[in-house]
């Protein structure tokens, strides 16, 4: 029986369609999902979106639009980029789904029973951007939300429901103190320490004047708060689709999720109120939730609402998935933030794809057409000392880039598969086997070549979970048939047969030599918002 891992992107919101932000974290969660289903786990990807609540009510509306016709549109955006980017996720889950609505009944009654939920009255500053009362010492000069600068939040006064998150202040301090790996990266864990510490209030669970929305159980006059149906799409998206949808059924194989991936904006929600939820419903609480940076265009937050971001359609269809993925894993150190450059972009994936990685291939392809009749050489692998410079480097990286993903250090991981390559293009010039060739000396020729190839070779499988194509036209390249981007992975390209040296194959026919990454040039900008 294999292991198993589960991981969600946030269910994005649909107030309109994805941007560049939306992508960097699905991209980043579909590389864990990649890396793991070479390790052999089972993996359950689930991405969605979160349809309910005022922003989405009064987008729809501004657009002449139902909310429900509204949603279904952009969730089909959501979607067709996914494809684009070759996103593998499992499950798409939208909380709008009769399902999930059977799934929130059956949750809040559980909070209900357990005495969690008790009627109010809730006075503050709401943004509508975020659906969240904030707190007035958060607030900017002019009643403004600090994520949305350029939008006043609301002042509301009305009778709510409230979820007694108070009684869970002491829980949920004892839960970070025996979980310190709960919430990374550690900065972000402090954050939410701190909140918590200064105490906790009872957040409200329902609005009224809102129609977009699933009624609260036991009180049909209110409407249930966004957040708290939200987070709930988590566990729809456990079912099977045969199952009936209760939370036995949702939580039997997956629960708990092994990792939420998220940004910083919601990190209060993930990391305070979804485990107060799941304690007051007696479920055990997601393994751990990493929390990435920004996307920053001049130093702020690239957003829906704010209108200033990049247009991912545009990119993938200027510079290619792979380009993309690759320059966001690599550029942006996860849990951090990072600012976007065009310029930069096409450097970057001229220098290492381009020139360290794919001229690399490219040369050594070409002299073992030359020297060795088109055949990965036939030497003895075991004859290749350890101390061999490359067959070291090799081996550090395949000990030392699973750690990497599963820290989620992408950048590293990329740092390690370029120090490979760098290395493979400076022991080619020190070596120089076309002068070795011209001596006679065929056996350190075929020697030399192994090498690099085998070096390319890992190096691809390494990237395989960031640039799944690339790494599969290397390998094409090496003469393999194999297809890193099948929802079945093949046993044969599973970590323990190929994330080590020595795997190349003596005497297997190479492909003819063919650039395997064009080199890239700025065209045109690309537009900066997709709405
Ligand atoms: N600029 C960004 N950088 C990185 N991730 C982002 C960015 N913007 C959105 N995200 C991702 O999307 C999630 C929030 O989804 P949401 O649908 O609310 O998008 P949004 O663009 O932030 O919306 P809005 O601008 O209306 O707040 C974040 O937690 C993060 O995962
Ligand atoms: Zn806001």
């Known amino acids: 029986m294999s292991p198993r891992f589960s991981l969600t992107t946030p269910l994005y919101y649909v107030n309109a369609l994805p941007h560049i932000g939306s992508a960097y974290t699905t991209i980043a969660a579909d590389v864990v999902a990649r890396f793991y289903r070479l390790q052999g786990y089972h993996v359950r990807f689930i991405t969605g979106t979160d349809e309910h609540g005022q922003k989405i009510e009064r987008t729809a509306q501004q657009r002449g639009l139902t909310p429900?016709?509204?949603?279904?549109e952009i969730a089909a955006g959501f979607e067709a980029l996914w494809q684009q980017l070759h996103i593998t996720y499992?499950?798409?889950?939208?909380?709008?789904?009769?399902?999930?609505?059977?799934i929130v009944r059956e949750f809040f009654q559980r909070v209900w029973d357990n005495g969690d939920i008790y009627l109010g009255q809730q006075q503050g500053w709401y943004c509508v951007e975020c659906e969240e009362f904030k707190e007035e010492r958060e607030l900017l000069e002019g009643q403004r939300c600090p994520i949305h600068v350029n939008r006043p939040v609301e002042w509301r006064d009305e009778r709510n429901y409230f979820f007694r998150l108070s009684t869970y202040q002491d829980a949920l301090l004892a839960y970070y103190a025996t979980h310190p790996d709960f919430v990374q990266p550690r900065s972000r864990r402090n954050e939410v320490l701190s909140f918590i510490e200064q105490g906790l209030q009872d957040f409200s669970i329902s609005r009224v004047n809102l129609d977009w929305g699933f009624p609260v159980p036991t009180d049909p006059e209110h409407t249930l708060y966004v957040w708290f149906d939200a987070l709930l799409g988590y566990v729809t998206a456990l079912l099977e689709p045969e199952q009936e949808?209760?939370?036995a059924n949702a939580l039997s194989t997956w629960w708990p999720i092994n990792l939420h991936i998220i940004g910083k904006d919601i990190l209060r929600f993930h990391a305070i109120s979804w485990p107060a939820m799941l304690m007051s419903a007696g479920l055990p609480l997601p393994e751990q939730i990493f929390v990435h940076g920004f996307l920053t265009k001049n130093g702020q937050k690239m957003g829906k609402s704010l209108g200033n971001t990049l247009d991912p359609v545009a990119l993938v269809q200027q510079y290619s998935a792979d380009a993309v993925r690759y320059y966001f894993m690599k550029e942006v150190e996860f849990g951090r933030d990072g600012d976007f450059s065009e310029t930069r972009f096409v450097n970057i994936l001229n220098a290492d794809l381009a020139n360290d990685i794919g001229n690399l291939l490219n040369r050594t392809l070409k002299m073992a057409w030359k020297y060795t009749g088109g055949e990965v050489p036939a030497i003895d692998i075991?004859?290749?000392?350890?101390e061999h410079p490359l067959r070291q480097l090799a081996?550090?990286?395949?000990q030392s880039y699973g750690t990497a993903y599963r820290r989620l250090a992408f950048h590293e991981v990329c740092q390690l598969a370029l120090g490979l390559a760098r290395s493979g293009n400076k022991f080619l010039d020190e070596e120089a086997p076309w002068k070795r060739a011209k001596a006679g000396e065929m056996n350190a020729v075929a020697e030399i070549l192994y090498?690099?190839?085998e070096a390319v070779r890992l190096l691809a499988y390494v990237l395989a979970p960031i640039i799944p194509h690339l790494s599969e036209a290397i390998y094409q390249q090496l003469g393999y048939s194999v297809n890193f981007n099948g929802s079945v992975i093949d046993s044969a390209l599973l970590a323990d047969s190929q994330a080590h040296w020595g795997v190349l194959p003596a005497g297997q026919p190479l492909s003819q030599p063919a650039p395997v990454f064009q080199k890239l040039s700025v065209l045109a900008p690309v537009p900066s918002d997709p709405n």
């Open 90 to 102: 499992d499950r798409f889950s939208r909380t709008t789904s009769p399902r999930h609505h059977a």
């Open 382 to 386: 075991h004859a290749i000392a350890p």
């Open 68 to 72: 429900q016709d509204h949603c279904d």
């Open 451 to 453: 090498c690099v190839l």
């Open 395 to 398: 081996e550090h990286v395949s």
């Open 245 to 247: 949808p209760t939370l």
